[in-house]
C-alpha cells in the first residue's frame, strides 16, 4: 500500500525526488500493527514517551490488561483531514474536500479506520487539494479578493438529466446542486456558468437554489458556444451548505422537435471578505526565516523542522529531515526558486502516509503482548476523538514533557478541550451519525397534499434544533440521560408554530420550555421524526429499530429473503397501528417485528414531519407498547423516562462513544473495559465529560496490540 500511494503521488519533473519521498514517507504499512524494516530510526522517536507508561497492569486502577485492541491503519476522513487542514495552517479556511468521495461506514460511524481506504482516484484529490492549500497559505489566495471556491456540475448530485462532457445537461425541470463549506455568516457572492438549448418563446430559467430555498433567478440565453455567468448576491449561515442551479421552465414540443434545456458547467461561490483571515500572518507562521544567497538550505531546513512535526503529529528523525532538505535542494537547484522548492517539500509532507494517516508503532510488532501508545500517538488520539482534527500547541507539549500517561493529566486535558469550540466536532461527527441529525437534510421529500406546511425553511429549523440542543451536552455539565428527558429545546419561530409552543423573543433560536408540548428530549424531536418516516406516513418499524441500534445497541435480524418491505399504503380509514398488526400476521415478518413495531409505536403522536397528533386513520391514536423485556408504557413520555434509566441505554451510549473514540469497532474482548468505562462515568454523573474522561483514561483508549502475525 505504501508504494502504492507515494508512487502515484506528484508526478514530478525530479527523477530523484521521488526516491527521497519513497524515503520520507518511509513505514508505511506499520499502521495495522507491523512495521516494515525501512522504518529505521523511526520507531524510536515514535515511542517516545511510551518507556514510563509501564505496560504491567492498567495505571488508571482498572481492570488487568489484557486485550485492549488495535486499530488499523487510520485514514483521516473527510471531516478529519479539513479540519487538520485548518488547523495545521493556523486558521486557514479553504474548502479541500468538497470533492472528496463519501466515507464508508462501519458500525454507524465514518471513522472506523478498517472501511477507511484509499483509491487512485482519492489520492489525485489529495494533490489537487494540497495545491490549493499551499497557494492560499504560500500567497494569500491571489492577493485578497475574496476567498473564491468552484465546483464542477457534473460531480454534483442531480434530479435531473446527464453530464455532457465537461458540464451537467438538465433535459427536464430539475436541479444539480453541489456542497460548500461556508466559514463565516454573511454575504457571498456565487455565479454559475451555464448556457441553454433553446426552444420555445422564452429563454430557459435558471433559479439558484441554497438549501432547496430559492434566491433569484435569470435567464440563459446564452448558447453552448459562448456560456455566460449568471451571478447572485445572497446571505449565507456558516456549515455545510446545498447550492443549486435549477431548470424551472422546461419546454418541449414533440411534433416540432423542440426542446429547451439548460445546461450548467459549475458553481462558484466568493466570499465578500478577504481570502483568509490573517492570510498575511499564515505565511509568515510558515516561513518563518529569509533564506541566505549561498546557504538557503539552512532555512529550508528550519522551515520543515518547524512545520513537519505538526503536519506529521510527532518529532522527526534526522534522516526524515535531512531526505525532505534534500528534496527541496533538487527542486530549487534546477529552477533556482527557494519558495518554489519549499511548496515542491511542503507538497510531499502533505502527501505522506505520515500525513494523510493517523500511524501507530509496535516497537516489537513479534510479540503478542499489549503495549502503551507513545505520547504523540495518545494525543492524537485525543484530539481526533474530541476535535476530529489534529493536537494543538497545549497537547503537543504535554506529548513532549511524557504527561500524557498520567490519567489526571488527560483528564485535565479532556476537560479543557471540551471548553475549546473545536469540540463541536463532537455533535457534528459523533452525535451527527450517531442520533441522525445528519440525516435531517433539505432532500427529504414529503407528500405536498398531505403535508403542505413542511419545506426547506423547516426542515433547516428541525436539523437546528438538534445540533443546539446536542451542542450544551458539550458545553455544559448535563447527564446524558436527559438526552432522552429532557423537557425544554432550542426553536425560532417557525418551529414553535410547528410544536405549538410560544415563539422565543427575537429572531433565530432560543430555549423554550416544552410543557403542555407532549414532548422530551431528542426522540420526540420533528427532525428525527421525519427522517424514520416514509414520505406519506410515519414508520414505527424505522423508529423502533433505530431504538434498538442506537440507545439499546440490539439490532434485529435482516428481514428473510423475499419478504415485501414496502411500506403500507397509507388508508384513510385504518391507523398505522392496525396496519402493522395485519403485517404481523406473517409468521416470517412477526419474530422481528414483535421486537421493533411496540418500540416504534410509541411514537405514533407524531406524524411524518413530526407534528404532534391525536388521531390516526380517524381514530384516537394508541401509543402504548413495550420494552424488549416486556416492560409496558402508555406513550412516548413514558417510554423515554423508562429508557434513560435503563442500563441498556447507557451501556450502548458507551458502546457507541467508546466504538467513535476508538475508530474500531466492539470486540467481546472488551467488556471488561466498558463495565469500568460505565462505572466511573456513572460515578461522575454520567455527563458527556465524565464519558469521554472514563474512556481517554481506560487501557482501550491508552494501549494497543500488535498486530497478530501469521505462523
Given amino acids: 500500500m505504501g508504494v502504492a500511494l507515494t508512487t502515484t503521488t506528484l508526478r514530478r519533473k525530479h527523477a530523484g525526488a521521488c526516491a527521497l519521498l519513497l524515503f520520507t514517507g518511509c513505514y508505511t504499512g506499520v499502521g495495522a500493527g507491523g512495521r516494515d524494516d525501512a522504518a529505521g530510526e523511526g520507531t524510536g522517536v515514535a515511542t517516545e514517551g511510551a518507556d514510563d507508561a509501564g505496560t504491567g497492569g492498567s495505571e488508571s486502577g482498572g481492570v488487568e490488561v489484557e486485550d485492549p485492541g488495535r486499530v488499523t491503519l487510520h485514514r483521516l476522513n473527510r471531516a478529519e483531514y479539513g479540519n487538520t487542514i485548518r488547523d495545521l495552517f493556523w486558521g486557514l479556511e479553504v474548502s479541500t474536500t468538497e470533492n472528496f468521495p463519501a466515507d464508508d461506514h462501519s458500525f454507524g460511524f465514518d471513522n472506523i479506520a478498517d472501511v477507511l481506504s484509499v483509491t487512485p482516484l482519492l489520492f489525485e484529490l489529495y494533490e489537487r487539494a494540497v495545491d490549493g492549500v499551499l497557494d492560499a497559505a504560500l500567497t494569500g489566495g491571489g492577493g485578497g479578493g475574496g476567498e473564491t471556491v468552484r465546483g464542477e456540475a457534473e460531480t454534483g448530485t442531480a434530479d435531473a438529466g446527464q453530464a455532457v462532457d465537461n458540464a451537467w445537461l438538465l433535459s427536464s425541470a430539475g436541479a444539480v446542486s453541489l456542497p460548500f463549506e461556508v466559514a463565516e455568516p454573511g454575504d457571498y457572492t456565487i455565479r454559475v456558468r451555464a448556457w441553454q438549448q433553446a426552444a420555445g418563446p422564452d429563454a430557459a430559467e435558471l433559479e439558484l437554489q441554497v438549501d432547496g430555498v430559492a434566491h433569484g433567478t435569470a435567464s440563459v440565453t446564452a448558447l453552448e458556444g459562448a ?56 505565511r509568515a507562521n510558515l516561513l518563518v526565516c529569509d533564506p541566505v544567497a549561498g546557504d538557503e538550505a539552512a532555512c529550508t531546513r528550519t522551515v520543515l523542522e518547524t512545520f513537519v512535526p505538526r503536519a506529521w503529529r510527532r518529532p522527526l528523525t534526522p534522516g526524515e529531515l535531512d531526505g525532505l532538505v534534500a528534496l527541496a535542494e533538487s527542486a530549487r537547484t534546477e529552477d533556482g526558486d527557494w519558495e518554489g522548492s519549499i511548496r515542491h517539500a511542503l507538497k510531499a509532507v502533505l502527501l505522506s502516509p505520515h500525513f494523510i494517516f493517523r500511524v501507530e508503532i509496535d516497537p516489537e510488532p513479534e510479540s503478542p503482548d499489549a503495549h502503551p501508545l507513545s505520547d504523540y500517538e495518545l494525543a492524537s488520539r485525543l484530539s481526533y476523538f474530541l476535535w476530529s482534527s489534529m493536537p494543538d500547541d497545549a497537547l503537543f507539549a504535554a506529548a513532549k514533557a511524557g504527561e500524557l500517561h498520567d490519567p489526571a493529566t488527560l483528564e485535565a486535558q479532556v476537560v479543557r478541550m471540551l471548553a475549546d469550540p473545536r469540540a463541536e466536532a463532537l455533535m457534528a461527527n459523533f452525535a451527527g451519525q450517531w442520533l441522525y441529525i445528519r440525516a435531517v437534510v433539505p432532500d427529504i421529500v414529503k407528500n405536498a397534499e398531505l403535508y403542505p406546511g413542511y419545506d426547506a425553511e423547516l426542515n433547516a429549523a428541525m436539523r437546528t434544533e438538534m445540533e443546539l440542543f446536542f451542542q450544551s451536552f458539550v458545553t455544559e455539565r448535563r447527564s446524558l440521560r436527559e438526552l432522552l428527558t429532557a423537557d425544554e429545546s432550542y ?17 433565530g433560536f432560543a430555549p423554550v420550555s416544552l410543557a403542555g408540548a407532549n414532548r422530551r428530549g431528542i426522540m420526540t424531536m420533528a427532525g428525527l421524526m421525519t427522517v424514520l418516516s416514509h414520505p406519506d406516513t410515519s414508520s414505527p418499524v424505522k423508529r423502533g429499530k433505530w431504538v434498538l441500534e442506537q440507545l439499546l445497541c440490539t439490532p434485529p435480524a435482516p428481514p428473510p429473503p423475499n419478504v415485501d418491505v414496502d411500506p403500507p399504503v397509507p388508508m384513510p380509514d385504518a391507523s398505522v397501528r392496525e396496519q402493522l398488526e395485519q403485517h404481523r400476521l406473517n409468521p416470517s415478518c412477526a419474530g422481528c417485528h414483535n421486537l421493533i413495531d411496540p418500540l416504534g409505536l410509541g411514537l405514533e403522536h407524531y406524524d411524518a414531519v413530526g ?9 384516537p391514536v394508541d401509543a402504548s407498547g413495550n420494552m424488549p423485556d416486556g416492560t409496558t408504557f402508555t406513550d412516548a413520555l413514558d417510554m423515554v423516562a423508562l429508557l434513560a434509566e435503563r442500563e441498556d441505554f447507557t451501556r450502548c451510549t458507551v458502546r457507541h462513544a467508546t466504538t467513535y473514540a476508538l475508530g474500531r469497532g466492539p470486540l467481546d474482548e472488551d467488556e471488561p473495559y466498558l463495565d469500568e468505562i460505565l462505572a466511573r462515568a456513572e460515578a461522575g454523573g454520567f455527563t458527556l465529560e465524565d464519558l469521554a474522561v472514563a474512556i481517554t483514561t481506560s487501557d482501550l483508549f491508552r494501549m494497543r496490540r500488535p498486530e497478530e502475525t501469521s505462523p
Fill in 491 to 507: 426553536v425560532d419561530a417557525r418551529l414553535a408554530a410547528h410544536y405549538g409552543v410560544p415563539a422565543p423573543a427575537g429572531d
Fill in 611 to 619: 407534528a404532534y397528533r391525536a388521531n390516526d386513520g380517524g381514530k
Fill in 227 to 282: 456560456p455566460e455567468i449568471y451571478e447572485f448576491t445572497v446571505p449565507l449561515v456558516a456549515g455545510s451548505r446545498s447550492i443549486a442551479a435549477a431548470f424551472t421552465n422546461d419546454f418541449y414540443d414533440e411534433a416540432a422537435g423542440d426542446d429547451r434545456n439548460l445546461a450548467v458547467d459549475w458553481i462558484e461561490l466568493e466570499s465578500e471578505g478577504g481570502v483568509v483571515p490573517g492570510a498575511d500572518d499564515i
